[in-house]
């Protein structure tokens, strides 16, 4: 696949140019040492032949954007918003606009939303961008469902992140993405990014969660997740963890907010999606993969914690299906 970094004119953020640089090539040469086919070609491309970055200290010489016919991925980095920074990369944001056209996927990095959501495709779509540009964004964008403090926003082959250095947190979630979720644990490991801190990643609420310091709760917890296309008798697992059926409802609600059921419920309900994200798998082959058999069960418990149902879920977030 054919991945490119912009390189908008204006005061663009050296870090989150080359930090995605630098981490996905790291990704795609440890999946190449696995003995695999490489992933991503990567390279950074813009609309003049030498941008100057902080103050003259760093240039950076990309490829011309036109002499990239086809891009699967785009990532936008920060860049100062100005009133005339639209006006300045014109032909960046119609490229941008003809690329995810043309079946390429859009992510941007912190203030590099303002690029991304002048090219049109943010409208009705949720964004993250650095909360003190919020305002600014909301006076610009009003059609954009701005929503800064999620730490990463994704519908339908658009990526969005917060602001500073939450893009590491992004480059993560796009490298689980292409690569596996080895890798991105690889990434995570080399680079020292903390995998919590990505919003997207598997079972978010319930890693928020184990900070309770309950010891007991959380190899429940961790059972549940472990075990959850299973038939799960609480009463068992209590008696397995020592703790009377009671006295474990109550330590678990008090940890985690919800009952041993409901937490399995939203355990199975984060699996389904994850499933309903990817491919063209069908609702009962995703239900059947999180170990449900009622249809009718599935579905009322699905939309009661997403407020979507599975079909809307699939339709909204898988870009495959909205496509098709």
């Known amino acids: 696949m054919q991945v490119t970094i912009l390189v908008p004119n204006g005061k663009a953020n050296l870090n989150s140019i080359a930090g995605p640089y630098e981490i996905l090539k790291k990704a795609n040469s440890y999946w190449e040492e696995q003995g695999r086919k490489s ?9 003049k032949a030498e941008i100057v970055l902080s103050s003259g200290i760093f240039s950076i010489h990309p490829a011309h954007i036109n002499t990239i016919k086809k891009a699967d991925l785009i990532i936008v980095p920060a860049c100062a918003y100005t009133d005339v920074l639209v006006k300045d ?30 090219t049109g495709l943010l409208e009705g779509k949720p ?14 964008y009003p059609n954009v469902k701005l929503l800064p403090d999620r730490l990463i926003t994704s519908e339908k082959g658009i990526y969005t992140n917060g602001g500073a ?13 292409y690569f596996d979720r080895a890798t991105a644990i690889y990434c995570s490991k080399v680079f020292q990014i903390d995998m919590e801190r990505n919003s997207q990643s598997h079972f978010l609420i319930f890693e928020t969660q184990k900070n309770h310091g309950d010891e007991m709760v959380s190899k429940a917890q961790q059972y549940i997740e472990d075990n959850m296309t299973e038939k799960i008798s609480f009463e068992a697992l209590a008696a397995q963890l020592a703790v009377s059926r009671r006295n474990f409802d109550r330590r678990f609600i008090k940890a985690t907010g919800n009952t041993p059921v409901e937490y399995l419920q939203r355990v199975k309900v984060e699996a389904a999606k994850r499933v309903l994200e990817k491919g063209r798998k069908t609702v009962f082959e995703a239900m059947s993969e999180v170990g449900y058999t009622d249809d009718k069960a ?6 009661k914690i997403t407020g979507l ?11 495959t299906v909205a496509i098709a």
């Open 165 to 177: 250095f939450s893009f590491l947190n992004l480059m993560l979630f796009l490298v689980e993405k």
């Open 309 to 319: 149902s599975p079909l809307d879920y699939r339709a909204k977030y898988n870009k």
């Open 39 to 47: 992933v991503m070609n990567i390279n950074v491309a813009g609309s």
């Open 127 to 140: 964004c993250s961008t650095h909360w003190n540009l919020a305002s600014d964004f909301r006076r610009l």
């Open 89 to 118: 990369n014109a032909e960046l944001i119609e490229w941008m606009r003809e690329q995810y056209k043309n079946g390429a996927e859009l992510s941007s990095i912190c203030s590099g939303a303002f690029l991304l959501a002048a």
């Open 298 to 303: 599935f579905r009322e418990v699905f939309k």
